[in-house]
């Protein structure tokens, strides 16, 4: 008899036990590096007016770096081709940056049910893929918050779940008069650091001082002491290809 093509819910199913069975771990949160001597600096909440600063100074320094990003956060809708969004997430992916998933508007998902969390998870997907033709594999949840049935949604939907193992703390000390303590946070971690220690780093691009002040102290503080500033998929040992998917 002749063999009955597989349908497209058999192919999804199968790619997605691929994915599963990969390095990268789903349904669990990841809070560090498995590549030692990186920093993987992330960016949360964006993409907002100080990003393309924020990525001027990655370029500068032949830096790669992750922005888990929001569909609609502190701006416009970001599929909106009126505004300047398109154009930095594209921006992102052509300099060689991870962008991943932070949700469509920063809901906590433990504080909401299931319905609300596949809405934030399918609509920024959709939005993505309008911009890029292909959308993340890798989430953020916002506030640090997933616990057991959030992680098995994710896990569903073929997500990494990722956190942080070095919180600059950028968001509380977020003026001229105290981004100082955010710089003393990262360089504290690096300076108690070895060779081999990593480096999984949140920080936020929607902060003028993170922008103009903390972003160029990280980075010239990882090039003093000899890392590699790298994105999340690399810190993990993934490669580009499973960054992303289109269906």
């Keep these: 008899m002749p063999e009955v093509p597989a349908s497209p819910e058999q192919v999804h199913a199968t790619e997605l036990a691929d994915r599963i069975s990969g390095l990268v771990p789903y349904g669990s949160i990841i809070e560090h590096c498995t590549i030692r001597g990186v920093v993987a600096l992330t960016f949360d909440d964006g993409p907002y007016k100080y990003t393309n600063d924020v990525l001027d100074l990655l370029d500068e320094h032949n830096a790669t770096a992750t922005f888990f990003v929001n569909g609609h956060n502190w701006v416009d809708e ?28 920063h809901v906590d998902m433990m504080n909401t049910d299931s319905q609300s969390r ?23 949840p916002p506030y640090a918050s997933c616990e057991p049935e959030c992680l098995a949604e994710l896990e569903g939907m073929g997500y990494h779940v990722v956190n942080f193992d070095l919180d600059t703390k950028d968001y509380e000390h977020n003026q001229p008069d105290t981004v100082r303590t955010a710089q003393n946070i990262f360089a504290d971690a690096l300076d108690s650091g070895t060779p081999r220690s990593s480096f999984l780093v949140l920080s936020h691009d929607v902060h003028k001082t993170t922008a103009k002040s903390l972003v160029p102290f990280m980075l010239q503080k990882i090039r003093h002491r000899r890392y590699k500033a790298v994105t999340v998929g690399e810190c993990l040992g993934d490669a580009p290809e499973n960054w992303y998917r289109v269906s």
């Design 78 to 105: 970001i599929d909106d081709q009126s505004t300047p969004w398109p154009a930095t997430l594209r921006r992102m992916v052509r300099s060689g940056h991870q962008v991943g998933s932070h949700g469509w508007s």
């Design 118 to 140: 596949n809405h934030q998870i399918r609509r920024l997907e959709s939005a993505l893929l309008s911009i890029l033709g292909e959308y993340p594999t890798y989430f953020r």
